[in-house]
């Protein structure tokens, strides 16, 4: 099936068009051919999408360039406010299900998708068509529980028993939720022919789908319909990896509560002549505003929300949040308020990612890596954190020679009087127009690329380096942690602060094996060895393989072994000289 294109895409789509535009400046990046063709192929999606004219929009927008952040979310917000989710049955009959809805107006795109049971994702073309189908709605009619009278755009389709609304045979293509479990992508890494062709196909198999990104728009929209009962113009936009091109099936969805457009910051007082304004409660501090708010609404998505369930109030976090699960979708959720910087993180890791494919390709392939090594972990810990990974690949780009991305001082000297941004004192100015920055030309390849990240990592001077992408070079270490990188915008800030000396020195240890295992698999044939159908793994698949770090274990003895031996014979001479000094 081709690709599902609506903005869609767009994340994938600006970043396929980013590629041509690189290849409009010359530069040719050796073992990427490959890499063109393969984003348009929809790895392992069944969807069973509309048609619709928005394939042909979204085609003219491919060509007319990269689009930024901020453009791809509005179009992305607009879309969820004209979109439903409902819970429906796994035989329900597709062709009456939306002849039904079809009452309401055109749909423009819906999908399947299963998470704790069938869910469908319908798009109307109007916004009128939502409320109509709102009218239709009706409220549950149970015998001995109560209800919180709470309507939504979260809706179950009801088969009022007539003998033709399921279909025994309708079996719906599914649009798969969740990365393909590591054996299953070990194998399929180990079917490739070159270790860039491997990181290209991970990157596919575990970037977020097009389904996946609009389901958390959606997710999104469907929260802020909760809080938009107190804050009617408040927004709720998705930031960190479910925008800046990082994001993984599988990866939380951070949500920020927008209350600018009310709260006056982004509006001009009048200098003369008669005014009106509102009268508001005073609170002790901005921080006190954004506690008081996120606990209200949190009380509210645990009380009211439907499918919200496990909602917990972390206030007193540095950056409070309320965190919680959306059944229906599979996400966990983590709202904030006030976090503009976060905002700002997100552009700059989208922009990045932009920039140049290598980026992307080499950023997933490090996380997953890591994920399967338990270097990062789901569960808050002294673990480095995908966040801190990301910006040290970055760094690694910068260090090469010639860099690949630029430095983000660089691009704050190529920003515009529009780009200008400084948040809670901290200046968080870059550029947005993409054709300002000029790339230079360095033409590695992702196999030598990923090799080089091992290799620049495993010999880091991590006892007295600080790791600044705002410098592009190391920097003398301003406190004791073991890993300083420092925040790209709250410089003072280490973003990994959490990670304690045993969890950096494992990734250390990681990162020279696994450098060591990608230099012997340059001797090895890809394919080589195969058992009947399993085919051995070579190149990437070892490096995720987790009987590897057993293996790495029993290495690093014996390559200790000479060192050992050395100093024992040293400790034999000495003691002989001694003796011989004696006697
Ligand atoms: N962030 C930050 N400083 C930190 C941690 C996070 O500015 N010390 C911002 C970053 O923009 C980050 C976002 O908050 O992208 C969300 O954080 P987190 O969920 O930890 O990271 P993600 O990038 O979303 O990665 P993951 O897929 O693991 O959720
Ligand atoms: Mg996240």
Redesign the pocket.
């Known amino acids: 099936m081709r690709p599902c294109a609506s903005i869609g895409a767009a994340m994938a789509a600006s970043f396929a068009v980013c590629r041509l535009h690189m290849r409009g400046r010359g530069i040719l990046v050796k073992g990427l051919q490959k890499v063109d063709t393969c984003l348009h192929r929809n790895i392992g999606t069944n969807v069973v999408a509309a048609q619709s004219a928005a394939l042909r929009k979204d085609e003219t927008d491919e060509k007319e360039g990269c689009k930024s952040l901020y453009a791809v979310q509005a179009e992305r917000q607009e879309q969820a406010e004209r979109s439903v989710l409902i819970s429906c049955h796994s035989r329900t009959n597709e062709k009456k299900f939306l002849k039904h809805l079809s009452k309401h107006g055109d749909i423009k795109k819906y999908f399947f998708y299963e998470s704790y049971g069938m869910y469908a994702v319908v798009e109307f073309a109007n916004r009128e068509s939502v409320a109509s189908l709102l009218e239709e709605a009706v409220i549950p009619s149970v015998n001995h529980e109560s209800m919180v009278p709470f309507k939504s755009r979260l809706l179950s389709l009801k088969n009022l028993g007539s003998a033709d609304s399921t279909n025994q045979q309708s079996g719906h293509q599914c649009q798969p939720q969740a990365t393909i479990p590591i054996n299953e992508l070990i194998q399929r890494l180990s079917r490739e022919e070159s270790i860039d062709q491997q990181i290209t196909f991970l990157t596919e198999a575990y970037q977020l789908t097009e389904e996946n990104s609009r389901l958390r728009f959606l997710v999104c929209s469907l929260l802020k319909d909760i809080a938009a009962a107190y804050f009617p113009e408040c927004n709720i936009k998705p930031?960190?990896?479910?925008v800046?091109g990082?994001?993984?099936l599988g990866?939380?969805l951070?949500m920020f509560l927008d209350l600018d457009g009310i709260s006056g910051r982004n509006t001009k007082m009048p200098k003369s002549g008669l005014s009106l304004e509102y009268q508001m409660k005073r609170a002790n501090s901005e921080r006190a505003v954004t506690q008081s708010t996120l606990s209200v609404i949190g009380e509210c998505v645990d009380q009211f929300g439907p499918g919200c369930v496990g909602v917990q109030k972390i206030l007193n976090a540095r950056c409070p949040l309320v965190r919680f699960a959306h059944q229906p979708s599979g996400f966990q959720c983590?709202l904030t308020a006030n976090?503009r910087?976060?905002?700002k993180?997100?552009e700059l890791?989208y922009l990045y990612g932009v920039l140049d494919p290598r980026v992307r390709f080499l950023v997933f392939t490090v996380r997953c890596w890591a994920r399967a090594h338990g270097i990062?972990s789901g569960i808050p810990g002294a673990w480095i954190?995908?966040?801190?990974l990301?910006v040290m690949v970055l760094f690694f780009l910068q260090r090469r020679s010639p860099p690949i991305i630029p430095t983000l001082d660089h691009l704050r000297d190529l920003a515009g009087p529009a780009d200008k941004s400084v948040i809670e004192g901290n200046d968080c100015t870059f550029v947005s127009d993409i054709s300002k920055i000029q790339l230079q030309s360095n033409t590695e390849t992702l196999e030598k690329l990923l090799c080089e990240f091992f290799e620049f990592y495993a010999t880091f001077a991590f006892n007295k380096m600080s790791i600044s992408i705002r410098k592009g070079k190391e920097q003398n270490k301003p406190e004791v942690a073991p890993l300083h990188i420092q925040?790209p915008?709250e410089t003072s800030?280490n973003?990994s602060k959490n990670v304690n000396a045993t969890q950096l020195e494992r990734f250390v240890a990681l990162c020279q094996e696994s450098s060591w295992l990608l230099q012997q698999s340059e001797t090895n044939t890809p394919g080589s060895g195969n058992k009947g159908n399993t085919p051995t793994p070579w190149g990437l698949a070892t490096l995720l393989l987790p009987s590897q770090v057993a293996g790495i274990k029993s290495r690093k003895k014996r390559r200790r072994e000479p060192a050992s031996e050395r100093i024992k014979s040293l400790l034999e001479s000495l003691k002989n000289n001694n003796q011989q000094k004696k006697s």
């Open positions: 930031f960190g990896s479910s800046n990082f994001g993984k990866s939380d951070d983590d976090n910087v976060a905002m993180s997100t890791l990062t954190t995908n966040f801190s990301t925040n915008f800030l973003v």
